[in-house]
């Protein structure tokens, strides 16, 4: 195990935000892998990525488009890249799977619960939408859930983990990490898990000091210290949180997925800005980064199976 290093996720692109919520936010494969390549270039060990149509800007699932994206960024940057498995809610479980059993990447995201993931909110501000989907895909989210059962997770993991894939396990509550310490005692999951905490989304865990560390505590509680974690706060909170973590022994996760702000009113102009902003405040704080191939020994790619 290389010396303590905070690796840099950013996700790049993803379901969360629709894009009339931001001009920045890309959408196309050409803009998808220049927002990546830009963020790797600024710190980021690990990039998260999402596709989407490029015609709509609708969440895809489309295993070509995940293609197109990976092949730009592999030819500019070793990072690590991690493909969603989540998608959106609206997605079955065979089109989530559609782009990671095509590429069987270093690395997937896996949800660890079913749970209400409401976004319905979001519809009720005023802006002018650019696409007729992107209301109704919000106001959906009222009546609807995310669907993560015990079944499907151990379908993503035994489909993918047993070709290598590890996984950053995303837990948006505490019961989700007893869900992981159930699927790790039935020997499902097996290896040191990467966890990431996932706070702030309507139906999960808030983005607060209290919510990180009781995350942090349960965490410590089912499995010791044989475990990796990082913080991924949405919205305004991200900045602050990701720093808490980083000092509590935790890596951290940025990127316009999850927010579209660099600072009070002022909109982010790409992942790789806030991929900058966190690295100065780490730098500032003296406390080291993961290259590219730091983060693969931390996380355990290429030694150990899911």
């Known amino acids: ?43 980021a ?19 070509a488009l995940f293609e197109d994206v990976v092949e730009r960024i592999r030819a500019q940057t070793d990072a690590v890249l991690s493909i969603t498995t989540g998608g959106s809610s609206r997605m079955t479980i065979e089109q989530r799977l559609e782009g990671p059993l095509r590429l069987i990447p270093e690395m997937c995201s896996l949800n660890l619960g079913t749970m209400n993931f409401a976004l319905h909110s979001m519809a009720e501000k005023k802006r002018e939408w650019r696409h007729d989907w992107e209301v109704p895909f919000l106001e959906a989210t009222k009546d609807g859930f995310f669907r993560n059962t015990f ?24 019961g989700h990490l007893y869900s992981l310490a159930h699927l790790i005692d039935r020997k499902i999951v097996t290896g040191r898990p990467f966890m990431q905490f996932v706070m702030g989304i309507l139906g999960g865990i808030g983005a607060d000091a209290e919510s990180l560390t009781a995350m942090l505590a349960t ?7 044989d475990f990796e974690w990082s913080a991924l706060p949405a919205g305004r909170a991200q900045m602050g949180l ?33 991929v900058a902003k966190i690295k100065r405040i780490l730098d500032e704080l003296s406390m080291e980064t993961a290259t590219p191939a730091e983060a693969r020994e931390i996380i355990g790619i290429g030694r150990e199976r899911a």
């Open 1 to 43: 195990m290389v010396a303590r290093k905070t690796i840099i996720t950013a996700a790049v692109t993803g379901s969360i935000h629709t894009p009339s919520m931001s001009p920045h936010l890309p959408v196309t494969p050409e803009e998808i892998s220049e927002q990546a390549v830009g963020a790797a270039e600024a710190g």
């Open 45 to 63: 060990a690990v990039l998260h990525l999402h596709v989407r149509d490029p015609e709509t800007g609708k969440p895809s699932s489309d295993p």
């Open 151 to 174: 079944s499907d997770i151990e379908r993503f993991v035994t489909e993918l983990g047993s070709r290598g894939t590890r996984f950053e396990f995303e837990a948006y509550d505490v």
């Open 242 to 274: 990701c720093t808490m973590a980083a000092v509590m022994g935790g890596h951290v996760r940025v990127g316009l997925e999850d927010n579209l702000w660099l600072g009070p009113g002022r909109l982010a102009q790409s992942s790789a800005e806030q």
């Open 219 to 225: 965490a410590r509680r089912l499995f010791g210290q």
